[in-house]
């Protein structure tokens, strides 16, 4: 794995770039990216040099031109290609969404009296806000499914924080 220093803007830039981009869908326009992480297409256009020089964007040029996340881009962002990902369901306010869970953290499940859990999502988390009721799960091999409320959210790396009220996994019986 090869380690890329990212400054926080430039993290929040691939991050838009990856949450946007869809394989087989062509490149994401910088005017997008630009309006996603609100600033000026201009810095949007320079960042995108810079990323492009470290290998982590492909420029593409023409008219249905604009960037495309390389293989080292979702290495620096530690998530998994949409293509590689099964599917989770996230469902909020008893809606389904379409999103993509790369992982499910514990940072905090020892704890007797507080359980977190980090639902890192592969699209933005611009929909989510602190204090709303979230549930993800089936999770493709173990079938946990997560539900709680969310405590914080880190839109740098796309991170919904949770406070566990439940966690569920179907337990099979020993043959």
Do not use: W
Not at 77 to 94: C, F, I, K, Q
Not at 140 to 162: K, Y
């Amino acid at each position: 794995m090869v380690q890329i220093d990212l400054t926080t803007s430039q993290k929040q830039t691939l991050t838009a770039l990856v949450n946007q981009h869809r394989p087989g869908e062509g490149p994401v326009k910088a005017q997008d990216i630009a309006d996603s992480v609100d600033r000026s297409l201009g810095t949007i256009q320079n960042q995108m040099q810079r990323l492009a020089q470290l290998g982590v964007v492909e420029g593409v040029s023409g008219p249905a031109g604009g960037y495309e996340p390389t293989d080292m881009a979702f290495e620096a962002l530690g998530r998994e290609p949409l293509s590689d990902s099964a599917a989770v369901t996230v469902a909020h306010d008893y809606e389904r969404l379409d999103v993509t869970v790369d992982r499910i953290t514990f940072p905090s499940v020892h704890h007797p009296e507080n359980c977190r859990a980090e639902l890192h999502l592969q699209q933005s988390i611009a929909d989510f806000s602190v204090g709303q009721a979230v549930a993800a799960g089936p999770t493709p091999l173990s079938g946990l499914v997560v539900a709680g409320t969310i405590e914080a959210i880190d839109d740098t790396s796309n991170t919904l924080i949770i406070d566990v009220a439940q966690l569920e996994a179907p337990v099979e019986e020993p043959e």
